[in-house]
């Protein structure tokens, strides 16, 4: 058995699984990731986000996916920040960013921290 046959066996990790699963595809093609109400840590005001601008300065795609976050965004949507559980940057696979919660129900989301 080479190497590819043994890699190709194995059975990925059950973290990676999952944030497959959580894995999903907007209408621009963009991967957007289907984040759990267990996720959510704390609820941020947009100005407090984009005041923090002002100490980093954000990279120019994930300004756009910003912009596009809160231009969706209704009177009644609330951002929330999430970070996903300690496992999952544990193995590496960790996420982290804003989610809008319309109706009791996450509607969008972007991931601006990876591990």
């Known amino acids: 058995m080479g190497w590819f046959d043994w890699l190709s066996r194995r059975r990925p990790r059950p973290d990676f699984e999952r944030l497959i699963a959580?894995?999903?595809?907007?209408?621009n093609s963009q991967p957007r990731l289907q984040v759990p109400k267990e996720?959510?840590?704390?609820?941020?005001?947009?100005?407090?986000v984009?005041?923090?601008f002002e100490r980093e300065r954000p990279v120019a795609r994930w300004l756009g996916e910003w912009q596009r976050l809160v231009g969706?965004?209704?009177p009644t949507d609330e951002l929330w920040e999430f970070s996903s559980p300690q496992d999952s940057?544990?193995?590496?696979?960790?996420?982290?960013?804003?989610?809008v919660v319309r109706d009791g129900g996450v509607v969008n989301s972007?991931?601006?921290l990876e591990s």
């Open 110 to 112: 972007i991931v601006t």
């Open 39 to 48: 996720w959510l840590r704390r609820r941020i005001s947009v100005a407090s």
């Open 50 to 52: 984009v005041a923090s």
């Open 72 to 74: 969706d965004m209704q």
């Open 22 to 27: 959580l894995c999903d595809i907007d209408a």
């Open 89 to 99: 940057w544990d193995a590496l696979a960790g996420r982290a960013g804003y989610v």
